[in-house]
């Protein structure tokens, strides 16, 4: 399993002492691109409870039967 960070800066539109930077670490799994990565916020943000797994949509397939 790979694990990659990255950081990116909060809204412009909050409250200049508000913005600062989130953190993530994304799990990509040995079987990547052919099973969706992990996401797992660091930082609070009021959405994502942290350290556990973001449930992304798109990056999940349906098992088939």
Do not use: W
Request: charged content about 25%.
């Amino acid at each position: 399993m790979k694990v990659v960070s990255y950081s990116f800066p909060g809204s412009t539109l909050a409250v200049a002492d508000k913005v600062g930077l989130y953190h993530l670490r994304i799990l990509l799994p040995t079987t990547y691109p052919m099973s969706a990565p992990d996401i797992i916020f660091m930082t609070p943000n009021g959405r994502f409870e942290l350290g556990k797994k973001v449930r992304l949509h798109f990056c999940e397939q349906k098992e088939r039967r």
